[in-house]
């Protein structure tokens, strides 16, 4: 089986390229299974009702998010309404709403995703190693995919090898930026530091540049706003038996406008 990973998409014009390209890309690559990270999908960064149910509607079987899953009033209640296809990491403490992992049956065959995110140079959520573990405890399939949505090259690389030969694949996200030291781990995971965005190519993870530039230098108070510059889509694709859970090949792909 195949199974799309698409990168961070950034709002409007990344939803709106995703939408008009994503029927192509799995055609062409032949896709069973499509999971997108949507935690930059509304205008405005964050997630809301109208940025997820548009990244559903083009066909992710599961969104994924980030450290801005909670950015926006308008996600309170989503994660709970939708739980089995929007998840925010699995790390944040107990009785925050929502889910950080899921099983969808694509019978007979059934596909985990799990999101994850970094404590290095982020919020210090709860230990990612230790979540995964009690996570794994509880899966019964071997086809298990995981977004690590992390900052540190460092705590990527490493979750990549504590995990190897126990989930399918750890695909990073976070940094906006696609790694190319995709790989099959010896022990038939997949890997990749950072799977890249969807948005806006000329930017600043997706802002206009001036914008952080500014911020950059001068240290006063800026408003975001989205590149106008056009889109490109970074993902992957990860074959894999879906019998064993094992990883075959994995494909960096970056399609542009
Ligand atoms: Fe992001
Ligand atoms: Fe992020």
């Not at 994924?64 to 699995?90: I, M, Q, W």
């Not at 059934?110 to 959520?125: C, D, P, Q």
């Not at 794994?136 to 990527?156: C, M, R, Y």
Request: aromatic residues 8%; glycine residues 10%; contains cysteine.
């Amino acid at each position: 089986m195949n199974l799309l990973f698409i990168g961070d998409v950034v709002g409007k014009s990344g939803c709106d390229f995703l939408g008009s390209q994503i029927y192509s890309i799995k055609k062409e690559y032949g896709i069973d299974f499509t999971v997108v990270n949507g935690e930059n999908s509304a205008q405005g960064n964050g997630i809301t009702f109208k940025s997820f149910d548009s990244l559903i509607r083009m066909g992710a079987d599961v969104v994924t998010t980030g450290n801005h899953c909670f950015k926006r009033k308008e996600s309170v209640g989503l994660y709970d309404r939708y739980r089995d296809v929007l998840l925010r990491p699995a790390n944040f403490p107990a009785g925050v709403e929502g889910s950080g992992f899921t099983v969808i049956d694509k019978c007979p065959v059934k596909i985990a995703v799990v999101n994850l995110m970094g404590t290095l140079y982020m919020e210090s959520l709860d230990n990612p190693f230790e979540k995964m573990d009690e996570i794994l405890s509880g899966l019964d399939t071997p086809n298990i995919f995981v977004d690590f949505h992390a900052e540190a090259t460092s705590e990527k690389k490493a979750m990549g090898f504590y995990l190897q030969g126990k989930v399918t694949a750890v695909m990073g996200t976070h940094t906006h930026v696609q790694t190319s030291d995709e790989v099959i781990l010896p022990k038939s995971t997949a890997y990749i530091t950072d799977v890249g965005m969807t948005g806006p190519e000329l930017s600043v993870l997706g802002v206009e540049s001036e914008i952080i530039v500014r911020k950059l230098k001068y240290h006063t108070p800026v408003r975001f706003e989205e590149s106008k510059n056009p889109p490109f889509i970074n993902g992957v694709v990860v074959s894999f038996d879906e019998k064993s859970g094992k990883a075959t090949n994995i494909t960096r792909i970056i399609r542009h406008k």
